[in-house]
């Protein structure tokens, strides 16, 4: 399965993205897609996931509140809407898919198929 990460771009502080993570040549079920972010010099940094079978979500305390993972079953797509965008939100983000356990979720490793990144930048 390959996917693909797309709605990225330039917000001021306080505006909303919707990023989406679509999948080709199969589909989600039976894993766990997440959304990782990364700027230069730091390790990669667990945003949300969402189980594609069950529709359990998960967060970083730091977007609990602003963002929102969601499934689309109709686009096979994975939409993570952005609001109250904050200057620290920016980075590229990342979609991947995995079988992580609870505890792992959280875990870029737990995650073994990933996306090309997409950028998103918040002015102050």
């Known amino acids: 399965v390959q996917l693909q990460a797309s709605g990225g771009g330039w917000v001021q502080a306080g505006g909303s993205l919707s990023l989406s993570c679509a999948a080709s040549?199969?589909?989600?079920?039976?894993?766990?897609v997440g959304w990782f972010r990364q700027v230069p010099g730091k390790e990669r940094e667990f945003v949300a996931a969402i189980r594609w079978s069950g529709g359990n979500t998960y967060y970083a305390d730091s977007v609990r509140g602003r963002f929102a993972i969601r499934r689309d079953y109709a686009k096979n797509t994975v939409v993570l809407q952005m609001n109250g965008l904050k200057p620290e939100d920016t980075a590229v983000y990342y979609c991947?898919?995995?079988?992580?356990?609870?505890?792992?979720?959280?875990?870029?490793?737990?995650?073994?198929?990933w996306g090309q990144g997409t950028q998103v930048t918040v002015s102050s």
């Open positions: 040549g199969g589909t989600f079920s039976g894993y766990s």
């Open positions: 991947a898919t995995g079988r992580p356990i609870m505890s792992t979720v959280h875990t870029s490793s737990a995650y073994g198929n």
